[in-house]
């Protein structure tokens, strides 16, 4: 067993107050099963009930018990009276030049986070967020100017995909068979509002409902998790999900990723990469991506990009270079494109494919780093942030 990595957030129960009914949106088929047996199914049609439940609210995204047409008529009553099926609110949605969505979404207690869907040749990405705000502050990103508040639920987290998938009018007609193939919405990253890790059992139910074959079925190498490097979870992470990781790393030095990445103080750089090195074996996993802002005269020198190679030996590896995105009051301007290619030229000579990525949705503050709730916006001044990344 690993001992879990907590923090001072809590996640807010699932069932409604006074004993009101319970949200069947991020149960597992474990949960749902005991909440079946719960209000007086069999152990013996408890499976059966459990099968039929999850490819109505999964697989069709039916959200109305009376639907559920293979169901007799008690049962669907017992199921209104005792359950729900609902998704966080979707208070805005903007679409950017480029296409790319953002969505502010509501949760309960009237916390709002943002997800986004980029569109790209072929497939379509949704970044998921899985906390309120970000306890990492990490000096580069405006999700780190926002206080933490809480822990997503797992029905909050899987909630972002169906949302997505009503916008995009992406459930199946019914009867049609579950294919994934072709998909608008055919990946997930975990890198949008939070630290995934902080909130490891609500991520990890989240992404099993979503993998599972007779729902939403996306395949484990469909999704990444990007994490700030909260080491001991990255173990957990092989074992219990699976999935492809990233990793948000950014700087070549423990001297400038304390300050870029403050999480760097409790588990620096040759801690993290000692966890990196085991993550391949643990999955049969491709290659770790390491995430990698652009900061004009902080960490994009040539001799920055050649530490990096020094320290990506032995760990399949590919870079993403981002240039950085700005956001109002960031202490930070983005490297040169002459400076990022030369810095990608040393890392494609030393073997390691180092895409420069191309900023997606920066007219409505949807690119990486760039995410925030909307009454959160703008609240730290650019002195009030340049003096807490100790600039």
Avoid at 42 to 50: F, N
Avoid at 84 to 91: A, C, G, K, M, S
Avoid at 302 to 327: M, S, T, Y
């Amino acid at each position: 067993m690993h001992a879990p990595v907590t923090q001072d957030v809590h996640t807010i129960p699932r069932r409604l107050p006074e004993g009101g009914p319970v949200n069947l949106v991020g149960l597992t088929r474990d949960a749902l099963r005991d909440a079946l047996v719960g209000i007086g199914v069999s152990e013996k049609q408890a499976k059966m009930r459990v099968n039929q439940v999850w490819q109505w609210v999964y697989h069709w995204g039916v959200r109305d018990f009376d639907a559920m047409t293979n169901l007799a008529k008690g049962f669907r009553a017992d199921l209104a009276e005792h359950f729900t099926i609902e998704l966080p609110e979707v208070v805005s949605r903007q679409v950017s030049s480029d296409g790319t969505r953002k969505y502010l979404v509501r949760i309960a207690g009237g916390h709002e986070v943002e997800t986004v869907y980029i569109p790209e040749e072929g497939r379509g990405t949704l970044c998921v967020s899985s906390q309120v705000g970000c306890t990492l502050t990490c000096s580069f990103c405006h999700t780190g100017t926002q206080r933490l508040v809480r822990n997503l639920t797992a029905g909050e987290i899987v909630g972002q995909v169906m949302l997505a998938r009503d916008d995009l009018g992406e459930w199946p007609e019914r009867g049609a068979a579950n294919d994934p193939t072709g998909r608008l919405l055919s990946n997930i990253v975990l890198m949008g509002m939070g630290e995934p890790l902080y909130n490891f059992e609500n991520v990890r139910d989240a992404m099993r409902i979503v993998m599972d074959g007779e729902g939403i079925a996306l395949g484990r190498r469909r999704i990444t998790l990007s994490t700030s490097g909260v080491v001991p979870e990255i173990v957990r992470t092989a074992e219990e999900i699976g999935c492809l990781l990233a990793v948000s790393f950014h700087a070549t030095t423990d001297e400038v990723r304390d300050r870029l990445v403050p999480i760097n103080k409790r588990w620096n750089i040759a801690t993290l990469l000692d966890a990196l090195r085991e993550y391949p074996k643990a999955t049969n996993s491709e290659r770790i991506t390491f995430e990698y802002v652009m900061l004009d005269g902080v960490n994009d020198s040539d001799a920055d990009a050649r530490r990096l190679v020094e320290l990506l030996d032995g760990i399949p590896a590919k870079v993403n270079l981002i240039p950085f995105n700005e956001w109002p009051g960031a202490p930070y301007r983005r490297s040169s494109n002459n400076r990022i290619r030369a810095f990608a030229t040393i890392l494609m000579q030393a073997g390691y494919a180092s895409p420069i990525r191309t900023p997606r949705g920066e007219d409505i503050m949807a690119a990486c780093g760039q995410l925030k709730s909307a009454t959160e916006r703008a609240r730290k001044s650019r002195a009030q942030i340049a003096a807490e990344a100790g600039l």
